[in-house]
Each structure stands twice: as structure tokens, then as C-alpha cells.
Nanobody, 116 residues
Framework: QVQLVESGGGLVQAGGSLRLSCAASGRTVSASTIGWYRQASGKQREWVAAIDSAGRTNYGDSVKGRFTISRDNAKNTVYLQMNSLKPEDTAVYYC??????????WGQGTQVTVAS
């Protein structure tokens, strides 16, 4: 199992930037795909981005070109750089980790609020 702790959420004006961090611990971290989901109030959960153990990245259509996911293997931390933020990006952002054969783990979530 992987333990995850998110940080970096907050309040920002539209057009601004935030960087979320997901600190991971556990013996399978290096083999994990780690990513982000978000859930806005009253809406379904939406997948945002992920990065696999080889550094390959994927993004949801709504964030392509604005968000960048990266990982620092020395620090066991994954980052989500969010630029050109829009009010519709407002949500609780959850970090997750998944490894084949070991299932998935989730963080506690961090609130991102984008003011118009």
C-alpha cells in the first residue's frame, strides 16, 4: 500500500497558478502510477492527470495545455502545476496511486478554489 498526503491547495484568482504536491510513502511507490482526480461540489469525480513509473504522462481534455504533472523520485513526490486557472477548476483534488496487483490508494484531498 502507498500512503499519500496532498498539499498546495488554496484560493487563487482566475488566470492564476497553483502547484499541488502529493507526497507518497510505501514500498511500492517507485512502481506506482500516481495521478489526480477532482470533484466539484454536486458533480461527478473527474480524472485530471497521471504519471507512470517511467515518467509518461496523460491528461484529461479539460486541463490539457494548462496543467503539468511531474514526479521527483528522490522525494517520492508528484506535482501538479496548474496554470491559467478557471473558476470551473474549483474542486477538491485527490491524489491517487495504483500498482498492478496492489490496488489503489487515495489521499485526503485538498481544496482548490478559483475566484472569478
Amino acid at each position: 500500500q502507498v500512503q499519500l498526503v496532498e498539499s498546495g491547495g488554496g484560493l487563487v484568482q482566475a488566470g492564476g497558478s497553483l502547484r499541488l504536491s502529493c507526497a507518497a510513502s510505501g514500498r511500492t511507490v517507485s512502481a506506482s502510477t500516481i495521478g489526480w482526480y477532482r470533484q466539484a461540489s454536486g458533480k461527478q469525480r473527474e480524472w485530471v492527470a497521471a504519471i507512470d513509473s517511467a515518467g509518461r504522462t496523460n491528461y484529461g481534455d479539460s486541463v490539457k495545455g494548462r496543467f503539468t504533472i511531474s514526479r521527483d523520485n528522490a522525494k517520492n513526490t508528484v506535482y501538479l502545476q496548474m496554470n491559467s486557472l478557471k473558476p470551473e477548476d474549483t474542486a477538491v483534488y485527490y491524489c491517487y496511486a495504483t500498482v498492478t496487483g496492489y490496488g489503489s490508494s487515495w489521499g485526503q484531498g485538498t481544496q482548490v478554489t478559483v475566484a472569478s
